[in-house]
Nanobody, 126 residues
Framework: QVQLVESGGGLVQAGDSLRLSCVASGRTLRLHTMAWFRQVAGKEREFVAAITWSGGLTYYADSVKGRFTISKNNAKNTSYLMMSGLKLEDTAVYYC???????????????????WGQGTQVTVSS
């Protein structure tokens, strides 16, 4: 069984920075793409950023380009989301998703990912 554990969320002020981490574990762990999504109560989960595990290709939602950076540490099976210049509208629960095998699906779709973490709350105040 694969587990994803997010950490690093919290309460910050607008303009501050925050780094989220997502650690993947499991006996037969395969990693193709790891992604970050976020969700506000009553709304659909939305794509934030993704990174391919072997090539390190990165993808971002337009709303976070230039402010957020996704990275990875292969040895630690960990993905990071560095968030800078945080805005009030970045407030959400942030989820880490894992695609274990390449299926030629759009990285920005929730259905692409096989496993999800429990989420970590990010709250940006004015």
């Amino acid at each position: 069984q694969v587990q994803l554990v997010e950490s690093g969320g919290g309460l910050v002020q607008a303009g501050d920075s925050l780094r989220l981490s997502c650690v993947a574990s499991g006996r037969t762990l395969r990693l193709h793409t790891m992604a970050w999504f976020r969700q506000v109560a009553g709304k659909e989960r939305e794509f934030v950023a993704a990174i391919t595990w072997s090539g390190g290709l990165t993808y971002y939602a337009d709303s976070v380009k230039g402010r957020f950076t996704i990275s990875k540490n292969n040895a630690k099976n960990t993905s990071y989301l560095m968030m800078s210049g945080l805005k009030l509208e970045d407030t959400a629960v942030y989820y880490c998703g894992l695609e274990t095998d390449f299926r030629n699906m759009w990285y920005g779709s929730v259905s692409t990912y096989d496993y999800w973490g429990q989420g970590t709350q990010v709250t940006v105040s004015s």
